[in-house]
């Protein structure tokens, strides 16, 4: 879906719509299903914290206003690439500050990323590029921050909805602010239909990873996100022609290995620093009892 959606934006945005239609159509579907949804269920829309939600959007609404622009400059394979190095820059930020979170897993994560990044754009992309490069860059950089600051969200108690919907206004505000400045433009029916794409694909998407991260292993669904950059390749070859040699396609490969690194890493660590937790929260009887249980 997230690979649809970007292909979706390429159509749109050649087909003469402006950066601030896309972020129109991509928030409005999301904040008129989760309200009805909310106002059906009988839950509150009002959040925890206004204060994490605001430096959240703020990271996460500009990385998308970033990302779509490299979408719709860029080979689509190559801006989905940049977009999805967060987990290379979240890696970065623990091995500059991260203390004891420095290891040679991390270590191994930055260089297989950096790498990575060097492959993908010096064989893709031409000097008239370098710019929707820096900013595809800058977008994943961003997405590492909007991160960040959901994890701190849920520490919180927000739920994910709630989250999401708050986001999509956001998102919404700003493409109305981008659409005042713009001024309207004349779109046809192509473009319209592409838009709508962007709007539902975006929704599905998000729903599905939502749902995923809910029920199953977050780390096989942190891992599996990464099929979009070989979705956005296949679509890239099917509508555009732009087929990655072999070192960009070495690029692509890197860049999953090195966020699959720190994604790994960063789980296997929550999972020890929670089962720490939980042995220090049982009683002496109890603790005695695993003791033995993992003698025999």
Not at 22 to 39: A, C, E, H, K, N
Request: aromatic share 12%; charged share 10%; with cysteine.
């Amino acid at each position: 879906m997230f690979a649809g959606m970007g292909a979706c934006i390429k159509v749109a945005y050649e087909l003469g719509a402006s950066l601030s239609y896309v972020v129109i159509f991509r928030g409005i579907p999301s904040v008129l299903l989760l309200f009805f949804w909310t106002l059906f269920t009988k839950r509150s829309l009002r959040p925890k914290s206004w204060k994490l939600h605001f430096w959240r959007n703020i990271s996460g609404v500009t990385s998308m206003w970033l990302g779509f622009y490299a979408i719709s400059h860029l080979p689509l394979s190559t801006a989905v690439s940049l977009n999805y190095t967060a987990p290379l820059f979240i890696a970065g930020w623990m091995l500059a500050w991260g203390g004891t979170q420095r290891d040679p897993v991390r270590i191994a994560a930055v260089v297989l990323g950096f790498l990575g990044v060097v492959a993908v754009l010096r064989p893709s992309i031409g000097q008239d590029q370098l710019l929707p490069a820096a900013v595809g860059l800058a977008a994943g950089a961003l997405s590492a921050v909007a991160m960040m600051q959901v994890r701190e969200l849920g520490r919180v108690g927000e739920p994910e909805w709630r989250t999401v919907f708050i986001f999509s206004c956001f998102v919404c505000f700003t493409g109305f602010a981008g659409f005042a400045a713009d001024g309207p433009r004349e779109i046809d029916g192509l473009a319209l239909l592409a838009l709508i794409g962007v709007g539902l694909q975006g929704l599905v998407g998000q729903l599905a990873m939502t749902r995923a991260f809910g029920l199953g292993s977050a780390l096989l669904t942190a891992a599996l996100q990464y099929t979009t950059i070989i979705f956005a390749a296949l679509l890239g070859i099917a509508f555009w022609d732009d087929l990655p040699d072999i070192i960009a396609w070495a690029g692509m490969a890197l860049i999953i290995a090195s966020g699959l690194l720190s994604i790994w890493r960063t789980y296997s660590e929550d999972r020890i620093m929670r089962g720490q937790t939980a042995l220090q929260a049982q009683p002496v009887g109890a603790e005695t009892a695993t003791q033995e249980t993992r003698r025999v």
